[in-house]
Nanobody, 124 residues
Framework: QVQLRESGGGSVQAGGSLRLSCTAS????????MGWFRQAPGKQREGVAT???????TYLDSVKNRFTISQDNAKTTLYLQMNNLKDEDTARYHC??????????????????WGQGTQVTVSS
């Protein structure tokens, strides 16, 4: 059983920064991919960023050059550094673990474990 716990969310002004963390427990040693997704009220969940076991990262176009996904060496903690935050980044952010060999924020069905999420609110 994989458990994911996110932290680091909060309220910031536009242009500010936040760093999200996700601590994973359980059997994730064989997981190839981890990622961050977000969901705003009334909107569909969307992928933000993914990282595979080789360190390859993939980002949603709207967050490129602003967000950075990373992992610790043990691959049990996932991070999302968010800079230059915008109003449209307001959402609940969820950490997730991939089920197979596909690793892309555009493929939400490839992820099978989800955390409860952490709220990010950006105000202008």
């Amino acid at each position: 059983q994989v458990q994911l716990r996110e932290s680091g969310g909060g309220s910031v002004q536009a242009g500010g920064s936040l760093r999200l963390s996700c601590t994973a427990s359980g059997y994730i040693a064989s997981s190839y991919c981890m990622g961050w997704f977000r969901q705003a009220p009334g909107k569909q969940r969307e992928g933000v960023a993914t990282i595979d076991r080789n360190g390859k990262t993939t980002y949603l176009d709207s967050v490129k050059n602003r967000f950075t996904i990373s992992q610790d060496n043990a691959k049990t903690t996932l991070y999302l550094q968010m800079n230059n935050l915008k109003d449209e980044d307001t959402a609940r952010y969820h950490c997730t673990v991939g089920l197979g060999w596909v690793c892309s924020p555009l493929r939400p069905t490839e992820f099978g474990y989800w955390g409860q999420g952490t709220q990010v609110t950006v105000s202008s």
